[in-house]
């Protein structure tokens, strides 16, 4: 009873932390990240985020490298780069993200543990739990990583909003 509290407590301040709205509204932090930082940039045309490395920005444009990777290439090839230009007065929203990596990992990581919880809650036998919570989990991690390293879950910090 007295925990219960202090976790709705800190329930509370996590909410209100997560939807509080970044004071950003200055292009010249756009303008001042280096090349090759991973960034997601939502446009008033699509309610899609394109994910993309920044490249430059200018007083009119912001300029990034998408990379795309065709379904026939086999998945040890590179990926393809292209070139994207987007007008400043179409972007709504430009944030920081993780990379393709560490996206990977945290998708994994969550999947793991949904997977081994699984795993443990669909044996009835004490001996054969081990094994099973291993194997969903190593299955959850696989799931996990190739999902949230194709659609993100997690963001890091707005830069700039319109």
Request: aromatic share 8%; net charge positive; proline share 5%.
């Amino acid at each position: 009873m007295r925990y219960q509290r202090f976790f709705s407590l800190v329930l509370a301040l996590l909410v209100l932390a997560s939807t509080a709205r970044a004071q950003t509204g200055d292009w010249r932090s756009v303008e001042k990240l280096y090349a090759g930082t991973h960034i997601s940039v939502l446009d008033r045309q699509s309610p899609i985020r394109l994910y993309c490395n920044f490249e430059r920005a200018t007083g009119k444009e912001l300029f990034c490298r998408q990379e795309t990777r065709p379904a026939f290439l086999p998945p040890y090839l590179p990926p393809i780069f292209s070139e994207v230009a987007l007008d400043r007065g179409d972007i709504r929203e430009v944030r920081l993200e993780h990379s393709g990596a560490a996206n990977a990992l945290i998708g994994g990581a969550i999947g793991a543990g949904a997977g081994a919880a699984l795993g443990a809650a669909v044996t009835t036998d004490g001996h054969s739990r081990g094994p099973a919570m291993a194997l969903f989990g190593v299955l959850g991690f696989a799931m996990g990583s190739a999902i949230n390293k194709a659609l993100p879950i997690t963001h890091r910090k707005v830069i700039y909003r319109r």
